[in-house]
């Protein structure tokens, strides 16, 4: 029964039998009978096979609901018997974008693995938009969002804090104009650009420029969207890439100005300046992400605590709140 179910989801994960038979490694004529005999059983079909990438039926719906619950309630209850064990055993699947992954979990994921070998640590990669919905889907305990005021029902507590900049290649005309505006990593990485004295500019400062934006579903060109929109400017788009790192590298080998991250940037990155936003929307809040109503184990609340503690977010030490954090 149980083997049934998985080659079920692995045909509504991948919206068609070859697929799914490759993630199974088992042969396509195989898995169809396998599906064929599950179908038999219940005495209706699971997929509607007229459609491309197939659909569930009704009953299909209904099969894959029971199926997650059942798949949540297992992995619940390991969570629970790890508990016990103090944290010297248990599991933990964080999902991120190739920024968190890569700039913000590293130091975090570190520390908490010294600390606790014992507990398996899964990092899933995904855009921001995506990992979401594999959140709702069960298939990671946790995941970051910057999202303002959103209508999900997921849980979030305060993890941290960044501040998007724009990065301009050094040898860029506009730099000269803008002097007093200009920041160097240096001046990043001493926090100059925090300071409330420190000037911000609208976007309309830097029409002439070709852009790197990201693509629509990165939170970011969402922003990016707004910044221009309340500067009245239609952008000049180079290029666009799903990935900030990607189009900060672009940046500082000369290819046009981008947003970018203050915790991407390093004292090497001399090839650029940066400049504040005159915009609310440059500062962004991310929440850990989680499901709403989930067993929350041993081994998540002390990721939190080490995710809090070393981006210095802290709240108090009852449970995690479900309040946003004020700025």
Do not use: W
Not at 107 to 114: D, E, F, Q, R
Not at 182 to 197: G, M, N, P, W
Not at 218 to 235: D, G, K, Q, V
Request: hydrophobic letters at 40%.
């Amino acid at each position: 029964m149980e083997q049934e179910m998985k080659y079920v989801y692995a045909v509504y994960k991948h919206g068609n039998f070859s697929k799914a038979a490759s993630s199974l490694y088992m042969t396509q004529p195989a898995l169809s009978i396998a599906i064929q005999r599950v179908e038999k059983s219940i005495g209706m079909p699971l997929f509607d096979r007229s459609k491309k990438p197939l659909k569930l039926t009704e009953a299909g719906e209904l099969y894959i609901k029971k199926y997650k619950q059942i798949q949540q309630m297992e992995h619940e209850l390991a969570q629970q018997l790890n508990d016990l064990s103090e944290l010297n055993t248990g599991s933990l699947r964080i999902g991120g974008s190739h920024y968190f992954n890569s700039y913000i979990l590293p130091p975090v994921l570190t520390k908490y693995k010294k600390k606790h070998p014992g507990i398996q640590l899964e990092l899933l990669e995904a855009g921001s938009n995506d990992l979401l919905n594999i959140l709702s889907e069960h298939e990671i305990d946790v995941t970051f969002n910057c999202t303002i005021k959103p209508k999900d029902s997921f849980h979030r507590i305060p993890g941290f804090i960044d501040t998007i900049l724009i990065s301009v290649p050094r040898n860029m005309p506009i730099n000269d104009r803008l002097q007093d505006y200009a920041l160097s990593a240096k001046d990043i990485i001493d926090k100059k650009h925090q300071d409330f004295s420190t000037p911000a500019l609208q976007l309309d400062a830097f029409s002439e420029l070709p852009f790197i934006l990201l693509t629509p579903g990165n939170n970011l060109y969402s922003r990016s969207t707004t910044f221009f929109n309340e500067a009245h400017i239609i952008p000049n788009v180079c290029l666009q890439v799903s990935q900030l790192v990607t189009a900060y590298h672009l940046s500082r080998f000369g290819m046009g100005a981008t947003f970018i991250s203050d915790l991407l940037v390093s004292p090497e990155h001399d090839s650029v300046l940066f400049y504040k936003i005159d915009s609310p929307l440059s500062i962004r809040v991310f929440d850990l992400v989680m499901s709403n109503g989930s067993y929350m184990s041993n081994a998540m609340k002390e990721f939190i605590r080490m995710f809090q503690a070393q981006y210095g977010l802290h709240l108090d030490k009852r449970e995690p709140s479900r309040k946003p954090l004020k700025l």
